[in-house]
C-alpha cells in the first residue's frame, strides 16, 4: 500500500514513521500516512512562523480565491472525499456525503466573508476636543494557528479551523486525529493546488503525545482545539498566555413538552441520538418529556429507534455504523451495564457486536450514572420524565455541559423562555439540539468550552481590533 505524505509548508513530505489507519466495522487497512520527524515539524512552525507577516497582507481576492477553489474541489471529488471519510471513520457513507457538503458550504462561507469583511470608519468629533478627528478600526490576525482536531467529522472540522485562517491572513499548523489523518491530508492536496504562499498551511500527523510541543511554542500563539474536555483545558492551563479557543463535549438535552408534535419529535431524537453513531458534541443524550406525553412519545420513540438500518457503513442503506474503534464501543456497552445494575432499564437496543453498539434507549437511569450525567459519544438516549417547562428547563442545565439542547414544542413563548433560561450556547427550537448551520456561531458554556466557531465567528476569534486614528481632517 502506497504511504501517503503529509504537507509540510504546502509541500508533500515523508518522514522516518507510519501511521497505519484502519476501518472500525472490518478492520482492514484503508491507508497508511508518512509521520513527519521532529525536524520537519520544526520547519513546518519555522515557515508559519516566517510567512505570517506576508500572509496578513495578502490581498483580498488571492485568499478569497483560494478559498473557492477548495470549495469547488471539494465539490468535484465529493464521492471520492466521502468514501474515504467512511473507510477511516466508519461514518455511513450517507453522512460522509453530508459532511463533505458541509465543507464545501464552510469554504464557500469563508469565501465571501472574506469578500464582505472591512475596516470600519468611526467618528471621534462627538465632542469638541475630537475635531477633525476619525477613527479606523480594524481586525489584525494575532498570529499562526494550531488546530488540533478531532476524529468525528475529520473533513469539516478541519475546515472550520483551516478556513477562517485563510480568511483573516494567519498561517495554520493542522494536527488531525491519528484515527482519520487522511481526509486531512487529502485537504491538504487541494490547499496546495491555490497560489497560498509557502508555509500558510501545514498538514502534520504527529502522535498525540508529541502534540504538547506544538501547543508550547510560542511561534503559535493561537491554539483552536476541538475535543476531549479534560485534554482541552489541561491546554489551556498549560498556555495561559496564549489565545485558546476549546470546542468541547456535552451530553445535550432534548426537551419535549406537551404541546409538541410527537411523530416529529419522535423521528427527529431518533435519528440524531444516532447519527454518527452518537459520535457527535450535540448528539440527543438526555430525553426530557413532559410527564402527560411520556407514553404517547415512547410509542413512537422505541418503534422509530428499531427501524434504523444498523450495519456496513459503506451500504447506502446504513444509518447507523461502528464507533471509531472496539474499545469506544466496550466503554459505552460498559456505561450501559452500569446503568442497568443501578435501577435502570432498556427498552431497546444495549447490545454489542465489535465496534457496534446497538441504538439503546433506556429510562430510568440514576440521576448519577455516567450516561446520565457525562458524554456518551455512542448511540445511547436517556429518557426521563418531567412535570412541566420548569422542572424541564432545571433539568437541562442540571450537568456540567452546556453545548447546544433542543425544545420541542409550538409555543412562541416558551421558545423564548428558553432562550433566557437555558444555559448553553445554542438553543434549537423545534427541533434536535443537533442542528448546526455551519455559518452560525456554534460552542458552548460550562464544560463545553470557550469560544465560537462559524466561519465569521471563528475568524472574529482569529484576529484583534487595531484602531488607527487620523487627526486634523474636515469631517
Known sequence: MDVRPFWLAGRPATGDGELTVTNSHDGRVVGVCSVPTPEQVEEAV???????????????????????????????????????????????VFWARGEVGRAVSTFRFAAEETRRSGGEAMRLDTEPAAAGRLAYVSRV??????????????????????????????????????????????????????????GMFSVLPVPNERAAALVEDPRLPVVSFTGSGPVG???????????????????????????????????????????????????????IVEESVRD?????????????????????????????????????????????AGGARVLTGGTRDGATVAPTVLVDAPAD????????????????????????????????????????????????????ELEVGGVVVGDVPSYRADQMPYGGVKDSGVGREGVRSAMTDYTYEKVMVLTGLSL
Open 296 to 340: 404517547d412519545f415512547l410509542a413512537r420513540l422505541v418503534p422509530a429507534v428499531e427501524a434504523l438500518v444498523t450495519g456496513d457503513p459503506a451500504d447506502e442503506k446504513t444509518q447507523v455504523g461502528p464507533l471509531v474503534s472496539v474499545e469506544a464501543a466496550e466503554r459505552v456497552e460498559r456505561w450501559v451495564a452500569e446503568a442497568v
Open 369 to 420: 450514572a455516567a450516561v446520565s450525567c457525562e458524554e456518551v459519544f455512542g448511540p445511547v438516549m436517556v429518557v426521563r420524565s418531567v412535570s412541566g417547562a420548569d422542572e424541564a428547563f432545571a433539568a437541562v442545565n442540571d450537568s456540567t455541559y452546556g453545548l447546544q439542547a433542543g425544545v420541542f414544542t409550538r409555543s412562541l413563548d416558551l421558545a423564548f423562555r428558553a432562550n433566557r
Open 46 to 92: 519555522a515557515a508559519a512562523e516566517a510567512v505570517r507577516r506576508q500572509a496578513a497582507a495578502l490581498p483580498v481576492h488571492v485568499r478569497a480565491e483560494a478559498l473557492a477553489h477548495v470549495s469547488r474541489r471539494l465539490a468535484e471529488r465529493a464521492d471520492e472525499i466521502a468514501r474515504l471519510i467512511t473507510e477511516e471513520n466508519g461514518k455511513p
Open 141 to 198: 490576525p494575532r498570529g499562526p494557528i494550531l488546530a488540533i482536531t478531532p476524529f468525528n467529522f475529520p473533513l469539516n472540522l478541519v475546515a472550520h479551523k483551516v478556513a477562517p485562517a485563510i480568511a483573516v491572513g494567519a498561517p495554520v499548523v493542522v494536527k488531525p486525529a491519528p484515527a482519520t489523518p487522511l481526509s486531512a491530508l487529502l485537504l491538504g492536496e487541494i490547499l496546495a493546488e491555490t497560489d497560498l504562499p509557502a
Open 233 to 287: 483545558y489541561a491546554i489551556m492551563d498549560r498556555v495561559p498566555r496564549k489565545h485558546v479557543t476549546l470546542e468541547l463535549g456535552g451530553n445535550a438535552a432534548a426537551v419535549v413538552l406537551a404541546d409538541a408534535d410527537l411523530d416529529w419529535a419522535a423521528s427527529r431524537v431518533a435519528l440524531f441520538s444516532n447519527y454518527q453513531a452518537g459520535q457527535s458534541c450535540i448528539a440527543v443524550q438526555r430525553v
